[in-house]
């Protein structure tokens, strides 16, 4: 069929946590998918590519949305889609280029969502959930899920203006709990002294962030600071006396390497911090935030939400399909990533599989089945068709669709 790959033109977005144009992945790919130009100076933190209504995808031939030419084309999305999700795609697909800290955040699961949504249509702009995924493009940084109790008893003893914030009490009630307590009563406890944090009043918070980082700079004089303390001092000067900046002793860094992924599931607390990645999630808009932000701050729902698991998230590293392509494969039905570096003069298939995808190419140039592409060009490929690409340089691209392991259930 000749509608079955389709060329696309994307949105972008200027938050000011983007990376500035001169250094931004995300400007250069969108001034060449749309033919426009950058401003070296200005924040470029996402490109989205995909038919979510805050910033919809078009047709390059007709200048229609994606939306609306799937809507009359519901076949491109094949039989299994179109019964489990309706007429319009499952997943979002983003680059990012994180210049600061994100807000420290939580995406809402379905049924919080459409809570959310109905009370609140302002702030949330949708009733889906938004399991996510994120592939590194370079070296990138995140805060994601919570330390063991171990470590967070460690933190409560060398960091005393968490226990000045949190009282005596909470910390002692963490100090005292033991993992053979079970989860039962650990998640209470961290839920209690995570939520008393998040709910200090700004002058508490001002003046232990203030305090924290004259003994921080002091000590530094002195010793090697550790990697959590530096990261710590970094967001203080991205976000002065906000309560983010001590709530990140809580979370896990993670430092992801190019080719290293990290999901997040509903309701797990999350924040991005630097680098560029391809990004994935099922397709909603849906943050409740509570820390390193300027917007909105729902403190009481983020504290309520989460799930207090505590220890590292998982990293995946993709499963070779053959020598070009990996395959990142989230515990998620909406979506899946395939990561394809092929060096030049060479050809590798994409064989058809029942729901469509979206392709990104982010390096070098060549042809996909009959379409020429090049960096910057982002492709819809309709349900069951083969996409045979090959390569006039060394050639980097993403591939995102539907989970296979929804066609394999069938």
């Not at 490109?47 to 229609?64: E, I, N, R």
């Not at 493009?137 to 060398?158: R, S």
């Not at 064989?351 to 960096?375: R, W």
């Amino acid at each position: 069929m000749d509608d079955a790959l389709q060329s696309l033109r994307c949105s972008v977005k200027n938050y000011d946590w983007g990376l500035p144009g001169r250094a931004s992945e995300v400007a250069r790919l969108h001034a060449l998918n749309s033919a426009s130009q950058f401003t070296d100076d200005d924040p470029y933190a996402e490109l989205w590519m995909g038919t979510h209504d805050s910033g919809p995808s078009s047709l390059s031939s007709s200048g229609v949305s994606l939306k609306d030419w799937i809507s009359d084309n519901p076949d491109v999305l094949g039989d299994k889609i179109l019964h489990k999700w309706g007429s319009d795609l499952p997943f979002l697909f983003k680059v990012l280029s994180v210049g600061k800290a994100l807000s420290i955040q939580a995406h809402p699961d379905k049924e919080l969502a459409r809570t959310l949504h109905k009370l609140h249509p302002h702030l949330y702009k949708d009733g889906n959930h938004k399991p996510e995924m994120a592939l590194a493009i370079t070296n990138f940084d995140a805060l994601c899920g919570f330390i063991t109790l171990k470590e967070l008893k460690g933190v409560l003893h060398t960091i005393s203006e968490i226990v000045e914030l949190v009282g005596a009490t909470n910390a002692n009630l963490v100090l005292q709990t033991d993992d053979q307590d079970g989860e039962e009563k650990v998640k209470p406890v961290l839920q209690a002294v995570f939520t008393d944090l998040m709910s200090a009043n700004k002058e508490r918070v001002s003046d232990a962030v203030n305090k924290l980082k004259s003994r921080l700079l002091k000590e530094s004089e002195v010793r090697q600071l550790t990697d959590k303390e530096q990261l710590v001092l970094r967001l203080e000067k991205q976000y002065p006396a906000d309560v983010g900046v001590i709530a990140a002793f809580f979370l896990n860094h993670v430092k992801l390497n190019p080719g290293e992924a990290l999901f997040l599931g509903a309701n797990e607390p999350h924040a991005y911090l630097s680098g560029e990645c391809v990004e994935c999630m099922a397709t909603s808009d849906n943050v409740v935030r509570a820390g390193l932000t300027p917007k909105h701050r729902d403190v009481q729902t983020l504290c309520s939400m989460l799930t207090y698991k505590q220890g590292s998230p998982e990293i995946l590293r993709g499963v070779p399909v053959n020598p070009y392509v990996n395959k990142y494969t989230p515990p998620f039905e909406e979506f899946e990533i395939d990561r394809c570096i092929l060096p030049q003069e060479e050809t590798v298939v994409f064989p058809a599989v029942p729901g469509p995808s979206i392709f990104l190419v982010t390096v070098g140039k060549g042809k996909m089945n009959t379409h020429q592409v090049t960096e910057g060009d982002v492709l819809f490929a309709a349900a069951n068709t083969e996409i045979s690409v090959t390569s006039a340089s060394d050639l980097h691209l993403y591939r995102t669709g539907v989970n296979t392991k929804v066609f394999q259930a069938s």
